[in-house]
């Protein structure tokens, strides 16, 4: 089955930590992506990558650092110096950079809840 | 700029017929989704449309005017488990990127 995996579910750390959350695709598409997602808001977008080794800045990148080392792999760092860590994380993927309808549709993994105690 | 414009909170009744809007002003625009998401859930794919017209699918279709940045979601024959947050998303080209609204939370009564 192809799909977008997300580990774990739900994340807990103290405040101060770093932590990574994991995102792997075996759909063999070329883009990743990693959301932010408050209570009652909507999806904002923390980093994504089009190709591998080359990524870009979203709208709040700011205390957020992520690697493509990989195609399948796309993790991202919450570090300590994101002021308000505690949010719904979604990863999602996309099959291509340019091309018909189909290229351009985003499948989401299930999400990591993280929250920073 | 690049905004996505739909409004916040919706209610319908069972049964009933239920239009969402959403307006968008995105650079090199090649798209518009749309989105469910079920509290605490991943968002589920809809519906998409890149040409001016309705794209019927079952209870759900959705319409686009390219010249008016426009949008909705019709949703028909309303059932409770339709209650969700709806996503508009416009695909900007530009940037490789989908844009996202805030969602539009349906609440589907008795």
């Known amino acids: 089955d192809g799909g977008i995996t997300q580990s774990p579910k739900y994340l807990f750390r103290k405040e101060g930590q770093n932590v990574t959350l994991s995102c792997e695709q075996n759909?063999?598409?070329?883009?990743m992506y990693w959301y932010r997602q408050d209570p009652g808001q909507g999806l904002r977008l923390i980093y994504y990558?089009?190709?591998?080794?080359?990524?870009q800045k979203g709208d709040i990148a700011e205390g957020y650092s992520v690697s493509r080392e990989k195609k399948e792999s796309f993790p991202l760092t919450v570090t300590s110096a994101q002021k308000n860590p505690t949010a719904f994380y979604l990863c999602?993927?996309?099959?291509?950079?340019?091309?018909?309808?189909?290229?351009?549709?985003?499948?989401f993994g299930p999400g990591t809840r993280l929250t920073v105690l | 700029g690049q905004n996505i414009d739909q409004p916040t909170e919706m209610t319908a009744t069972e049964g009933a017929i239920v239009q969402i809007n959403c307006t968008y002003q995105?650079?090199?625009?090649?798209?518009l989704f749309w989105y469910q998401q079920h509290a605490g859930e991943a968002p589920t794919f809809l519906s998409y449309n890149v040409l001016d017209g309705l794209e019927e699918k079952g209870r759900f279709s959705s319409f686009l005017s390219r010249s008016k940045g426009y949008s909705y979601l019709l949703l028909k024959e309303l059932q409770m488990k339709d209650s969700a947050s709806y996503l508009c998303a416009a695909f900007s080209g530009g940037y490789n990127k989908l844009i996202f609204g805030a969602g539009t939370r349906l609440a589907v009564h008795p």
């Open positions: 759909l063999n598409h070329d883009a």
């Open positions: 995105t650079s090199g625009f090649n798209g």
């Open positions: 999602a993927s996309r099959r291509g950079l340019a091309g018909g309808s189909s290229y351009n549709e985003q499948f």
């Open positions: 990558s089009q190709i591998v080794n080359d990524f």
